[in-house]
């Protein structure tokens, strides 16, 4: 009788555990939906970068875009994780303030400033890309 209720109880502890490991991995997934990118799109930027954030869970890149009328618009892009980039052979220097860049983006569906990185080129012609998007840049 013992050995049965033993039984028992580790299947219901499994069971909790199995059920508690399954309901904290949907906001997970849910963190890395790109839903919010229109990949039937394409946006290119041509600015100066402000900033190049090296962080996980996303590195990610501030530009600034003079618009049609002059005035300077700021544009934030979403890139893959460090890791991911270093494989590609980026360095948490690949991009510095200052630097003009022509950078394609996947925009926001909600037609904010910002979106998912595509590729960048460089004043000197240095191309980088995301380790996802094989295509390269089509300007």
């Given at each position: 009788?013992?050995?049965?209720?033993?039984?028992?109880?580790?299947?219901?502890?499994s069971?909790?555990?199995?059920?508690?490991?399954?309901?904290?991995?949907?906001p997970?997934?849910?963190?890395?939906?790109?839903?919010?990118?229109?990949?039937?799109?394409?946006?290119?930027?041509?600015?100066?970068?402000?900033?190049?954030?090296?962080?996980?869970?996303?590195?990610?890149i501030?530009?600034?875009?003079?618009?049609?009328s002059?005035?300077?618009?700021?544009?934030?892009?979403?890139?893959?994780?460090?890791?991911?980039?270093?494989?590609?052979?980026?360095?948490?220097?690949?991009?510095?303030?200052?630097?003009?860049v022509?950078?394609?983006?996947?925009?926001l569906?909600?037609?904010d400033?910002?979106?998912?990185?595509?590729?960048?080129?460089?004043?000197d012609?240095?191309?980088?890309?995301?380790?996802?998007?094989?295509?390269?840049?089509?300007?």
């Amino acid at each position: 009788m013992r050995n049965q209720r033993n039984y028992r109880s580790a299947w219901y502890v499994s069971g909790l555990l199995f059920a508690a490991f399954v309901f904290s991995a949907v906001p997970a997934a849910a963190h890395h939906s790109a839903a919010m990118f229109d990949h039937t799109k394409t946006v290119k930027l041509v600015g100066t970068v402000v900033q190049f954030g090296w962080t996980n869970p996303h590195s990610w890149i501030s530009v600034d875009v003079p618009d049609a009328s002059g005035k300077t618009a700021r544009w934030d892009v979403e890139c893959n994780s460090p890791n991911n980039l270093a494989r590609m052979g980026w360095k948490s220097t690949s991009l510095k303030p200052g630097d003009k860049v022509t950078i394609l983006i996947h925009p926001l569906r909600n037609g904010d400033r910002g979106g998912s990185f595509m590729s960048a080129t460089l004043a000197d012609g240095t191309v980088l890309n995301d380790p996802t998007y094989k295509a390269g840049p089509k300007y």
